[in-house]
């Protein structure tokens, strides 16, 4: 049987995967811009996470209120993704080409499904941590025997759903190939045009 530490070594070691996972899928998905959109985001919000764990550690009993509040992040990319590329759309071609093409999958579905479920186990650990500073209680039970592992099959879910959603077949993104080469030919005839207009 694996010792304690052990155990909390491979819980930590799967929870650092989601950040080259989310690489993999955005280099997989890359064809697909809502698909892109998506990982760019998921990345950049993963990105801070990782870079902030070892600090948020060290806040103790704060740590499960970060990863709490946190958590919503998460939830906020996948519901809120056509509103971030939409105030990004002055800006960038591609923004606009994500906010025309919008469309929300069965995958992004269930890795919103996942996040949920997320911050419901993070709400528990910090009400058991309130609880425990209350003097109602006097262990830590769900933090100490569930609160890892559970977190430890999200983060595998996660990486599922994640490569999913890279790999699938997208036809609303041959939509935006058409839509980029009518741009182009567009361009074109305003070049050749504007060429005749000085000859």
Known sequence: MLENTSLEAIYQSIGYISLPVLFIALIVGWKSINTRSLMILLVIVEAIDTAMIETAYSWRNGYYIWTFIYSFLYIYVVIARRLIVKNLSQT?????????????SKQEGALLFVYILHVFICLIALLEVQLFQHYIIDSFPYILYAFSPLLTLLCLAEALLVLKLATRTVPVDEHV????????????RVESAT????N
Not at 95 to 102: A, F, G, I, Q
Not at 180 to 187: I, L, N, Q, S, V
Not at 195 to 198: A, G, N, V
């Open 177 to 188: 190939i058409r839509v980029k080469e009518r741009r182009y030919m567009k361009k074109q």
């Open 195 to 198: 060429q005749k207009d000085e």
């Open 92 to 104: 960038s071609i591609f923004c606009k080409d994500v906010y025309e093409n919008y469309y929300f």
